[in-house]
């Protein structure tokens, strides 16, 4: 890694991995790295980061998954992609759409709180620079919808995953990290009812970009005043949320 870089990971399932909406079992299809939004903070962050997208189809927070298997288990893969990637100045999690599947009998906070048990995961982790922990935010996946055969799969879901806002920001006040509710900004395909357009991908990696800069104002600054030398250029994004002080996103009106 180039001296200098700030390293932002990006720990997370399909919809971090960039999977396109789609109802096919096989022969599925991923966003090209620049239409993901860990690709569109990247480019919103400018040289002076280094993005790690961490995205694995199926990841849970911390649920062994009895047919695709272990590995899948969130928190399994987290020690590893922190020791892999370190120094890491924030870790940003978004997980939890996968954990609503049927099989796993899991409620909205059972799901909050495993998430709770990453961040505290990271938070007690040497990982970032000095040996300190990183910094994290949190994201709540915005809801589901119950479509075709993967209604059958995610029975119930849909309504659990209304309350993601509520319960994994309560885990984000309870931890001191920063949030954003992604439902307040993007709302899941209505091809598969779990994916994400690319329009959302770009409404959402702007909205974290913003969150970032808010976090890191220093290098946030640095980096425009690097761009600014070469121009600026229209994106057709919508305008990033409103940051309160305390890390919260809210939609501009």
């Not at 409404?203 to 121009?231: I, M, N, W, Y």
Request: hydrophobic residues 40%; charged residues 25%.
């Amino acid at each position: 890694m180039m001296s200098g870089l700030r390293t932002v990971l990006c720990f997370g399932d399909s919809n971090t991995y960039g999977a396109v909406p789609t109802l096919a079992r096989v022969g599925r299809h991923r966003f090209a790295p620049d239409r993901r939004w860990p690709g569109v903070l990247r480019k919103r962050l400018g040289s002076g980061w280094q993005v790690v997208e961490e995205g694995h189809p199926s990841r849970t927070t911390l649920r062994d998954h009895p047919i695709e298997g272990s590995h899948k288990n969130g928190l399994r893969a987290l020690p590893i992609s922190l020791e892999s990637h370190m120094p890491i100045e924030l870790v940003i999690l978004m997980l939890g759409t996968n954990d609503l599947k049927q099989r796993f009998a899991a409620s909205p906070t059972d799901i909050a709180d495993s998430l709770e048990v990453l961040t505290k995961s990271v938070q007690a982790s040497e990982a970032g620079p000095g040996g300190a922990a990183p910094a994290v935010m949190i994201i709540a996946p915005p809801p589901m919808l119950e479509v075709d055969w993967l209604a059958e799969m995610f029975v119930g879901g849909a309504r659990k995953s209304l309350e993601f806002g509520a319960r994994m920001g309560e885990v984000a006040a309870r931890c001191r990290t920063s949030f954003l509710d992604a439902g307040t900004l993007i709302e899941s395909s209505a091809v598969d009812g779990v994916h994400l357009e690319a329009g959302d991908h770009r409404v959402l990696g702007s909205a974290v970009a913003h969150l970032v800069q808010g976090l890191f104002p220093d290098e946030s600054r640095r980096a425009k005043t690097a761009s600014s030398t070469r121009g600026n250029t229209s994106t057709g994004i919508r305008a990033p949320p409103h940051i309160s002080e305390d890390g919260r996103a809210t939609p501009r009106r």
